[in-house]
């Protein structure tokens, strides 16, 4: 069933997001638009026949916005010259010196467990590696989206028990359940984080495709701070080795600590202060990578048919392309929630679906070799950890394909295939809990 009042509360959502246009210039869109599905509607048109042509007249979003700035010049250039307004500055500086205090809260946080003698690099200070970062983004986006008191506790219950459980279970040899539960849990405390960042809207197709964008625009911007740092940490070491004074061990149990919490608060700052930014060029970075992605691996199975060689007989190597499945899987995601869903196919569509397709061919051939190497060697905690996520990332990329597929014949709209997507992210959610937590019972915390 079409709600015309959802399609347009989304569409003007699209320009609020893109931060090029001012909330009074938006509502006189959305007032023209409205004008026009009248007209439409009453000429015999349906809703939703009447809601895409309208949105096809006035054009895209990046066309209007170049013509309001064409129209509204002076208020552009008062913008660009001038303080902002007195009471969004102070809100500003408020949010400011918030992200430095959790920053330093942070940085702290992750500091202390080597106070008592745990060593930076080893797996019990891993495995809590989200409790050091993530409560205090969590605080940070359930204050500036004013969540509920109520959903706050709820998340701050979910975060002590995950820590109490985590550091209770005890740990025996080789402590495989240990290491999966160290890799898989700051996943599943970041869906968790998610929350604070959706709101009460948090089972919404929409909220959770949001949260995915969002996800992939840390990622770009949290990647650049962190070559930042490490620009930083040289160049530290470097200066300071030429006046003959080792910072070696400064770096390693301060800069390094703090900088690094320091970039995870600051990254998800700056993708909400900078959205519109973000949002220019990061389509752009998934639009060249795509292709780029899909013709390597396109290469790569002509290239292993033609010789017979196989990778996946090697343990490191099957590693090696469970992540980079994974990295594949992101980039879809990313193309997906980053492109506007009322847009007609483009090549970029048809780039993303052979992406998809040369991915669910690895990722069955990646699943033959484990299911290979549990019948051969038997069940160990890593390889029904990969048979799992391997299974999720197929069903995950067939559905996405079958799902392209039928929209590429007009069969579903655009918006089914975002729907699938973030219902997905629950049996993502499931998984990544049963690893953390029952695996370790099962195989008695080895």
Request: aromatic share 14%; glycine share 6%.
């Amino acid at each position: 069933m079409f709600d015309l009042e959802q399609n347009i509360k989304s569409w003007c959502d699209y320009f609020r997001a893109r931060g090029s246009l001012t909330e009074e210039d938006i509502l006189e869109i959305e007032h023209h638009l409205r004008d026009q599905i009248a007209d439409l509607v009453e000429s015999g048109l349906s809703e939703e026949e009447a809601f895409i042509i309208s949105v096809k007249r006035l054009g895209n979003v990046s066309t209007i916005s170049e013509e309001f700035s064409k129209v509204n010049t002076e208020s552009l250039w008062k913008h660009l010259l001038f303080d902002p307004d007195p009471a969004a500055k102070a809100q500003t500086q408020k949010q400011v010196f918030r992200v430095i205090v959790l920053a330093l809260l942070a940085g702290t946080a992750a500091k202390l467990p080597t106070l008592f003698g745990v060593e930076l690099g080893s797996i019990a200070y891993f495995k809590n590696l989200s409790f050091y970062i993530l409560p205090f983004i969590a605080f940070w986006l359930a204050k500036k989206n004013e969540v509920s008191t109520r959903l706050q506790w709820i998340m701050g219950g979910v975060f002590a028990a995950a820590l109490l459980v985590i550091n209770l279970y005890p740990a025996y040899g080789p402590r495989h359940t240990e290491t999966l539960t160290a890799i898989h849990l700051p996943i599943l405390m970041w869906l968790v984080t998610g929350i604070a960042y959706m709101g009460e809207d948090w089972q919404s197709s929409k909220a959770r495709m949001d949260f995915l964008r969002f996800t992939g625009e840390s990622v770009i911007y949290g990647s650049l701070l962190m070559l930042g740092l490490m620009v930083l940490t040289m160049f530290t070491v470097m200066i300071f080795q030429s006046i003959a004074i080792d910072m070696e061990w400064f770096v390693e149990n301060y800069l390094l600590v703090y900088g690094g919490c320091a970039v995870a608060v600051l990254t998800v700052y700056l993708v909400e202060a900078k959205k519109s930014i973000v949002e220019n060029f990061a389509p752009v970075l998934a639009k060249i990578f795509s292709p780029l992605f899909c013709v390597t691996l396109t290469a790569f199975l002509v290239v292993m048919l033609a010789t017979g060689r196989s990778p996946f007989a090697e343990r490191e190597f099957l590693i090696g392309f469970d992540l980079m499945l994974v990295l594949v899987l992101g980039l879809v995601l990313y193309t997906i929630s980053a492109r506007n869903q009322y847009d007609d196919p483009s090549t970029f569509d048809y780039l993303n679906t052979a992406l998809i397709a040369a991915a669910i061919i690895v990722d069955a051939a990646a699943l033959w070799a484990i299911a290979g190497r549990l019948s051969e060697f038997g069940i160990t905690p890593n390889k029904l950890a990969a048979l799992g996520e391997n299974v999720l990332l197929l069903v995950n990329l067939t559905a996405l394909l079958v799902l392209y597929i039928r929209y590429f014949m007009q069969k579903i709209e655009f918006k089914r295939i975002e729907m699938w997507q973030t219902k997905y992210l629950t049996v993502y959610a499931v998984w990544l809990g049963i690893v953390a937590f029952v695996f370790p019972i099962v195989f008695q915390f080895q």
